[in-house]
């Protein structure tokens, strides 16, 4: 198994950074996870925190060396993360459960699955041709399929953040199943927050990965879409995969190979949970108040984690 992979995420023109992203791999599957967090900080990181960490862990576990059915997979793990979540509300006494989006993929044995609850996106292409992507749980996404505004006034219109469907809601999530694709050596998954493709055309991002390696373009991606979101802008999140060992305008990629890699051995990048502090908050989060959180993220998820 060949591929490059490369994820970041950044705070854009946001106080804090309420999202997360991950990818991990075995010998033969690879998962890749973006998680969008809601509700007031710092809760909201938390809920993100919680799905992403949790995804992983349970891949880790399963991912020997490959899952033996992706989508059962990561319904299930999506399932986990949204009652780890109430968990930690409940216990926290929290007013309002946090909340977030998510989508996650496994690529394995030259297919690619898929799952997302929200309006966190997953693309696939193929060159310059956008082969598919994940339709938004979205007020604006219904008008768009009801014919009352067009694809371009999705990105405009001031009901575009109404999410019906997320991880955390008092209701439980509708984990929506992409069906299973074929994945070509060249070909390029993309997940992202809505601070990436909202700012973004389909044929900039085309264009982008059509021109540099996943490694190169992901930071260029996040740097149009902060660019282009300024001052106000959203957090902005995003990791890409690219199958094989394909090479672009002579341009090598940092391909990873698992030829050689043990069968019970995992490789994760996943960030540690952190909060941007700010002295000047009624109530700022100390270095206390962090890891007591990790440690309660770290319990919700051994509870939950199957």
């Keep these: ?27 033969d599957a690879v ?35 490959h899952i033996k059915d992706p989508h059962r997979f990561l319904s299930a793990a999506m399932i986990s993360g949204h009652e780890a979540i109430l968990d930690y509300t409940t ?16 690529v394995q044995q030259d297919h690619a699955y898929w799952a997302h609850v929200g309006d966190s996106r997953l693309y696939m292409f193929r060159g310059m041709r956008m082969v598919t992507r994940t339709k938004d749980h979205s007020k604006v996404q219904q008008m768009f399929d009801e014919g009352k505004i067009s694809e371009a006034e999705m990105y405009t219109h001031p009901e575009r953040n109404k999410i019906y469907n ?26 992202c927050s809505d601070g990436v493709w909202s700012v973004l055309s389909v044929a900039e991002i085309a264009s982008i990965i059509d021109t540099y ?17 300024g001052e106000d802008g959203d957090n902005l999140s995003a990791v890409g995969l690219t199958w094989g060992e394909a090479q672009k305008r002579g341009l090598h990629h940092d391909t990873v190979s698992t030829a050689q890699m043990p069968l019970e051995d995992v490789t994760t990048r996943l960030d540690p949970f952190s909060v941007q502090r700010d002295p000047a908050a009624r109530q700022p989060v100390t270095e ?6 990790i440690a309660e993220i770290q319990t919700a998820i051994k509870k939950y984690s199957k």
């Design 213 to 229: 390696t996943i490694t190169r373009a992901i930071p260029e991606l996040l740097d149009h879409a902060e660019f282009r979101g």
């Design 91 to 106: 216990k926290h006494n929290l007013m309002e459960s946090p909340r977030t989006t998510c989508v996650a993929a496994i």
């Design 166 to 191: 997320c991880l955390g809601g008092f209701l439980p999530p509708d984990v929506e199943l992409g069906k299973r694709m074929p994945i070509r050596d060249g070909d390029t998954l993309m997940l």
């Design 31 to 65: 998962l890749l996870v973006v998680a969008d967090g809601m509700g007031g900080h710092y809760h909201g990181e938390v809920a993100a925190q919680i799905t992403v960490q949790m995804i992983a862990d349970m891949f880790q576990k399963h991912a020997r060396p």
């Design 288 to 293: 206390d108040d962090i890891e007591r959180t």
């Design 1 to 27: 198994m060949k591929f490059a992979v490369f994820q970041q995420s950044r705070q854009g023109g946001r106080k804090y950074n309420q999202d997360r992203v991950a990818y991990s791999y075995s010998k």
